[in-house]
Antibody
Framework: QLQLQESGPGLVKPSETPSLTCTVS??????????WGWIRQPPGKGLEWIGN???????YYNPSLKSRVTISVDTSKNQFSLKLSSVTAADTAVYYC?????????WGRGTLVTVSS | NFMLTQPHSVSESPGKTVTISCTRS????????VQWCQQRPGSAPTTIIY?????PSGVPDRFSGSIDSSSNSASLTISGLKTEDEADYYC??????????FGGGTKLTVL
């Protein structure tokens, strides 16, 4: 059964550019016509879509975050990644990776990223 | 673009039926499929309704989805409420650029 697992730095300082990785297990990231994406949830708040990527590399980003977000895929490692530049306290959130097959059918368990000096 | 508006909270008693609405701000609700995600406390969300009214395998038929063009809204109905249904529920759709749009979420209390 396919599973997603996020990994990230945990604690980062303001203005840094953290990188998060989602490892896909139980299936190949490039074998199916799915998008792979990132969603975040600040503490006590709702869900915010960040963006997604196709295994070929084409991407879609939330316009409100587009200038700071890069999503990439490494098919050899069966992973996809998120980089978020110039972070502030407002970027403190649980970050989830998801599979998008025209609906978000698989979610990772999430990883908390805290931005603090 | 459009927004999806949900009530902040709803509450109902066990065994009863509750309906959560999701109103689209502009454009037709029928233009893009609506999904519903459930997020229990301390857990990641899961999608319980997709393509307006389809249930992924394993989701009980107590959960149902619908859309209403007259009110430009989607609804999630949960019948035979159980205490385990207490959770946050988010509606979700896609815009014409395939961007994911979430509603603000509704906290369901089963009391």
């Amino acid at each position: 059964q396919l599973q997603l697992q996020e990994s990230g730095p945990g604690l980062v300082k303001p203005s840094e550019t953290p990188s998060l990785t989602c490892t896909v297990s139980g299936g190949s990231i490039s074998r199916s016509s799915y998008y792979w994406g990132w969603i975040r949830q600040p503490p006590g708040k709702g869900l915010e879509w960040i963006g997604n990527i196709f295994y070929s590399g084409s991407t879609y980003y939330n316009p409100s975050l587009k200038s700071r977000v890069t999503i990439s895929v490494d098919t050899s490692k069966n992973q996809f990644s998120l980089k978020l530049s110039s972070v502030t306290a407002a970027d403190t959130a649980v970050y989830y990776c998801v599979r998008d097959k025209q609906y978000l059918d698989l979610w990772g368990r999430g990883t908390l990223v805290t931005v603090s000096s | 673009n459009f927004m999806l508006t949900q009530p902040h909270s709803v509450s109902e008693s066990p065994g009863k039926t509750v309906t959560i609405s999701c109103t689209r701000s502009n454009g037709s609700i029928a233009s893009n499929y609506v999904q519903w995600c459930q997020q229990r406390p301390g857990s990641a969300p899961t999608t319980i309704i997709y393509e307006d009214n389809q249930r992924p395998s394993g989701v009980p038929d107590r959960f149902s989805g619908s859309i209403d063009s007259s009110s430009n809204s989607a609804s999630l109905t949960i019948s035979g409420l159980k205490t385990e249904d207490e959770a946050d529920y988010y509606c979700q759709s896609y815009d014409t650029s395939s961007h994911v749009i979430f509603g603000g979420g509704t906290k369901l209390t089963v009391l």
